[in-house]
């Protein structure tokens, strides 16, 4: 299955090698028309009609189909016949109960069944074979319709309809792409935003309270068309002189109070039923949004860090064992900042560390990193001959965990650091 598709991504990909594109037109509704925007493309060699009906699909459209004498009459003015044909999406289902050869089970590849009597003065000529060869139909040069074999070596053009509108806005989106009003960033004739329909591309984020100031929270929902509830703790928003945009994808704050503390989210409801945003926090007290890791190496540059709100104005401290740190040339940097930095490998940095965060409000404490020492390899408190023997297993094995130096590689230069820490004691 796979060596097929590969196969048959190859083939679109040498049939669209030099193919030309006509401008996208548009037979307007107030012209009488469907809405629907129209394409040709040219090919630099013959097409079959399965590989121009999947490119066609892969752009968000599919073969033109041709259902009424207005519809003909509109694509010649709109763009003009190519005398060799080109495809477009009629085919003979040999599978319908109405086929048979040479005129039974035509239809068109959106289900509608051939009303449209255009058939050319040489209908179902078959090229005087009733087998099940030509099955497949192709606009002439006056646009009447031909049936002839889907690899036809003389067809190297297409029609292409575009009618999709995935947001249910009444408009066909290939106009609203083409204008920039929806977005296309994948060049693949689908709005971005109808591709993943029911997730969230980006999420409220958590904020520190600054009274008096303003506070703002925003999601992107990838379906279009829906409606938006901001709550808090739960409770439905109400739009007032100070809160706006309730019902939006954008809520703000104003003039920001200690009351207006707590848990934010959205409601989105519509095609997708309802769903809800994470939660983030409007908090007076130290938020930490990313914790430092629950352990680190001890290794020179070895640095823990927090994750604030970008609005917040804290004061940090970080602490060894519960009591205060401060800087040491060539052996800690960023005591007092959102980032410690452990500038030497010296045993006495050995411990357990965390950050004390602090404002107006109050404290919060970071969640604790430990840096064992390297040579208690087994971390079972003791150096001994069980470290060795954890150690060369991980060493021979080349985990990551044997990396003591942290360079990203496994060798000698490990080896070395384990056993200078083990022979002394640290």
Not at 81 to 88: A, H, N, Q, R
Not at 108 to 133: C, K, Q, Y
Not at 309 to 331: C, D, E, H, K
Request: glycine fraction near 12%; charged fraction near 15%; aromatic fraction near 10%.
């Amino acid at each position: 299955m796979i060596t097929v598709r590969r196969a048959y991504a190859a083939a679109m990909a040498a049939m669209l090698a030099g193919a030309a594109a006509g401008q996208p037109v548009q037979w307007r509704v107030q012209d009488g028309g469907n809405g629907h925007w129209y394409e040709r493309i040219v090919t630099a060699g013959s097409v079959q009609w399965s590989l121009a009906r999947s490119w066609a699909q892969s752009r968000g459209g599919d073969l033109a189909a041709i259902t009424s004498a207005n519809e003909r009459t509109a694509l010649a003015t709109l763009i003009s016949p190519l005398p060799e044909g080109e495809w477009i999406g009629l085919f003979q289902d040999t599978s319908s109960p109405l086929y048979a050869e040479p005129a039974g089970g035509w239809k068109w590849i959106t289900g509608e069944p051939l009303a449209f009597d255009n058939w050319s003065v040489m209908i179902f000529d078959n090229h005087g074979n009733f087998s099940r060869e030509e099955e497949y139909a192709f606009a002439d040069g006056t646009r009447a319709f031909r049936d002839t074999s889907g690899s036809d070596s003389g067809i190297h053009a297409f029609l292409v309809e575009y009618s999709a509108d995935c947001n249910g806005d009444g408009i066909v989106d290939k106009g609203q792409i083409l204008s920039g009003q929806l977005a296309d960033l994948n060049s693949n004739g689908i709005p971005d935003g109808c591709e993943n329909p029911c997730v969230f591309n980006r999420q409220p984020q958590s904020q520190a309270l600054q009274p008096g100031g303003n506070a703002a929270f925003s999601i992107e929902f990838a379906r279009l068309g829906q409606s938006f509830q901001w709550r808090r703790n739960g409770a439905n928003l109400v739009n007032s002189s100070r809160i706006t945009g309730v019902t939006t994808p954008n809520l703000t704050i104003s003039a920001v109070v200690n009351g207006d503390q707590g848990s934010y989210d959205c409601v989105v409801t519509g095609s997708c039923g309802t769903v809800t945003s994470q939660a983030a926090a409007l908090s007076c007290v130290p938020l930490i949004m990313q914790q430092p890791p629950a352990e680190a190496s001890l290794v020179p540059g070895a640095s823990l860090s927090v994750t604030v709100p970008t609005n917040a104005s804290y004061t940090y401290r970080w602490r060894q064992n519960g009591q205060n740190l401060f800087n040491i040339p060539g052996v800690i940097a960023g005591a007092t900042t959102r980032t410690l930095t452990l500038l030497s490998d010296d045993s006495s940095l050995v411990g357990t560390y965390d950050c004390v965060l602090t404002n107006v409000c109050g404290s919060t404490t970071s969640d604790a990193t430990f840096i064992p020492c390297p040579a208690d390899f087994n971390l079972d408190g003791g150096i001994d001959g069980g470290d060795v023997e954890a150690f060369f297993g991980d060493w021979s094995a080349g985990l990551g965990t044997a990396d003591l130096n942290q360079d990203g590689g496994v060798d000698g230069a490990d080896l070395f650091t384990f056993f200078t820490r083990w022979e002394g004691g640290c």
